[in-house]
């Protein structure tokens, strides 16, 4: 019998590399997105359905039609500076369409449900490596988005005992080695791509966010992973929901942090180009360090991340800059 998986937000970076890895374990991966910020071309490996979360008859015809056996949601805004400035846009997106999302798979019979989370659920905490038992205590609109939905789940396993495996993601970076598919955003605000953009002149020199932060050099400390491995996670995750272990909480960070400064010293390395670059000031919503350990998803899920080192990801991430590319 065929397996379908929901997809939703299939047509954007992690969505896509999700898609992939779905297809290549055997499941059909069918696409729910409203091309927002994804990209028809990166819909590769399955069926594509066009909606949106918010147009509940909508979902309702394609959980009717593919009968899924699975939601992974990845469909969600999610730029911190963005939030603190449109919080209603992220309110509205992430926590009302997740909403619709979950009542629709519930009254759908569709009970397994993996949910992309983030590190911003965590919030500013004194310099701590973080693992899934810390306080949640976001300090900005996308980080408490997530957070509220995280609290919906939970709503809807005591109500319809719909299970979720939930990862909360730390900073996502790399692309697909094989280069079918990868980090395509417009408009374009993460540190890897921009940087990568900076060396190559598609724009102007990269704004560092910060120099006064307490760290070692001042600027911000995040735990990169590379999206291979983070989707490899949610298949392992949508393993676990099928052999019901129940509802769980999976950090994906690797332990090691990266200040924004090191982050560009690395790609100056794989690059052998140097990062244009001019200090600015804080960028609203952003916490001094979000560093995870994994040892809850290698230890239960037997996650392996192979790809997660900065060089890797940002050689993997050049690759693709230099060759693939979306159109609309
Ligand atoms: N950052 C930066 N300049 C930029 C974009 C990002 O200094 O133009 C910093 C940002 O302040 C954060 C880190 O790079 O400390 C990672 O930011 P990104 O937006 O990639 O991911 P986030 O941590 O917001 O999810």
């Not at 056996?69 to 805004?77: L, P, R």
């Amino acid at each position: 019998m065929t397996q379908n998986v929901l997809v939703t937000g299939g047509a954007g970076y992690i969505g896509s590399h999700a898609c992939k890895k779905l297809r290549a374990a055997g499941y059909v991966p069918v696409t729910f997105d409203n091309l927002s910020t994804g990209w028809e071309d990166a819909v590769k490996f399955g069926p594509f359905e066009r909606g949106d979360l918010l147009d509940r008859a909508r979902l309702d015809e394609v959980f009717s039609k593919y009968q899924p056996i699975t939601v992974m949601h990845f469909a969600a805004f999610s730029q911190v500076g963005e939030s603190m400035k449109d919080p209603g846009k992220y309110w509205r997106n992430n926590v009302i369409g997740s909403l619709q999302l979950i009542e629709a798979a519930a009254d759908a019979g569709c009970l397994n449900f993996v949910f992309s989370s983030t590190c911003a659920t965590y919030g500013d905490q004194d310099n701590i490596v973080l693992n899934e038992d810390s306080v949640q205590l976001p300090i900005n609109s996308y980080g408490a988005s997530k957070r509220t939905i995280e609290d919906i789940l939970a709503n809807f396993e005591q109500s319809h005992s719909l299970k979720s495996v939930i990862f909360r993601y730390f900073n996502v970076a790399g692309c697909d080695p094989e280069g079918e598919v990868g980090e395509f955003h417009q408009p374009e605000t993460h540190l890897i791509p921009l940087m990568l953009d900076a060396i190559t002149e598609k724009r102007d020199a990269l704004t560092i966010f910060g120099t006064d932060y307490d760290t070692p050099d001042g600027t911000c400390i995040r735990d990169y992973v590379h999206v291979c491995d983070l989707v490899d996670a949610h298949v392992l995750g949508l393993k676990w929901l099928e052999n019901d272990k129940g509802s769980r909480v999976f950090n994906l960070g690797t332990g090691k942090g990266f200040s924004v400064r090191e982050v560009l010293e690395q790609s100056r390395v794989v690059t052998n180009k140097q990062v244009p670059h001019v200090e600015g000031p804080r960028r609203a919503g952003d916490c001094t360090k979000l560093v995870s350990g994994s040892e809850r998803a290698v230890t239960e899920l037997g996650w392996l991340p192979e790809r997660s080192n900065m060089k890797t990801m940002i050689e993997d991430a050049w690759n693709w800059h230099q060759t693939g590319h979306y159109e609309k």
